[in-house]
């Protein structure tokens, strides 16, 4: 065997082996019907859903599919919920108010179901009836294909990643992250990260589950707009990264910190380049100056593939 196709079993093998972590989340029964797939599909899979009086099934870059067997039973999803939590759903209350839970391995399980409300507000669930199992991966290449553009003068510049919801932008931010923290290819430089639903760094019992770098500051659950704010007056960043720019609060953070000399690693949901330049939101962080790359990424045939912007090009359509 040659020495890249050995490196490429490995590769398989490391991504099946990360997948086998996340099925230990689900009751023996569902186990079984998860162990079926075969190494690639292991490899490639990133969610697993469960859903009350539906199959099992596993999302890949392909899509989504039914792993076959009896519907998923109320039960089920109760021993998902004791699985992740070790049997204590009362001391995760906090994170489930949120719609879900992060779990040791540095898994994401979101809920969906009947709410409890509180004076108005979500308060947790009365009963859960569906479960996702995001399988988050350390994929120290993802950054290969981009992080040389992004950088300008042997730092890197404030860069929103780009691409349609379950695109991979969170595993591309997530190496940003680590390459500019550990000074990987790039100047070292000191990073604070506002991770809101716990996905970026993965933080369990105080400790990243994630590898986001050794000059990495984590600021967990907390909304983005108030934690760049307070990322800036106690932390003295070199770049804030956050996940999914989403409302205005966020960019007029975002504005607020380019203003003072910080540079941004950030992402956002665009079909295109097109579909970026005509979101407002997203096309005045261009225009602003708050922004100078875009990584943008797509699909053909299956596989992912990236392009790198300028803000001119961004605004433009060169």
Do not use: W
């Amino acid at each position: 065997m040659y020495k890249s196709e050995v490196s490429h079993m490995d590769e398989l093998g490391a991504r099946a082996a990360r997948f086998d972590s996340a099925v230990l989340l689900l009751p023996h029964g569902l186990r079984e019907r998860a162990r079926r797939l075969t190494l690639s599909e292991r490899a490639s899979c990133e969610e697993l859903r469960l859903r009350t009086g539906r199959p099992l099934t596993a999302v890949t870059p392909a899509g989504e599919r039914p792993l076959g067997g009896e519907p998923v039973t109320a039960r089920e999803i109760d021993a998902l919920l004791d699985i992740a939590t070790g049997a204590s759903a009362y001391s995760a209350r906090d994170s489930m108010r949120g719609g879900y839970l992060t779990v040791r391995g540095g898994f994401r399980v979101g809920l969906c179901g009947t709410v409890l409300l509180r004076d108005g507000r979500a308060a947790g669930f009365k009963t859960v009836t569906s479960a996702a199992i995001r399988i988050s991966r350390q994929i120290r290449d993802a950054a290969d294909p981009v992080f040389g553009p992004l950088c300008r003068d042997g730092a890197i510049c404030s860069t929103l990643v780009v691409s349609p919801p379950g695109g991979g932008k969170t595993t591309l931010l997530r190496e940003l992250v680590r390459r500019v923290s550990d000074g990987e290819g790039a100047e070292p430089m000191r990073v604070a990260l506002v991770d809101e639903r716990s996905e970026l760094a993965a933080l369990f019992d105080g400790k990243p589950c994630m590898d986001v770098g050794s000059r990495t500051d984590v600021l967990d659950s907390c909304p983005r707009a108030e934690g760049i704010t307070m990322l800036l007056r106690a932390m003295n960043p070199q770049v804030i990264a956050f996940d999914e720019i989403t409302a205005a609060e966020d960019c007029a953070a975002a504005e607020a910190a380019s203003r003072c000399g910080v540079r941004l690693l950030a992402s956002a949901h665009a079909d295109s380049p097109r579909d970026l330049r005509e979101k407002a939101m997203y096309r005045a962080l261009f225009e602003d100056g708050v922004f100078e790359k875009a990584a943008v990424i797509g699909s053909a045939g299956g596989r992912r593939q990236y392009r790198v912007l300028d803000a001119g090009e961004v605004l433009h359509g060169l």
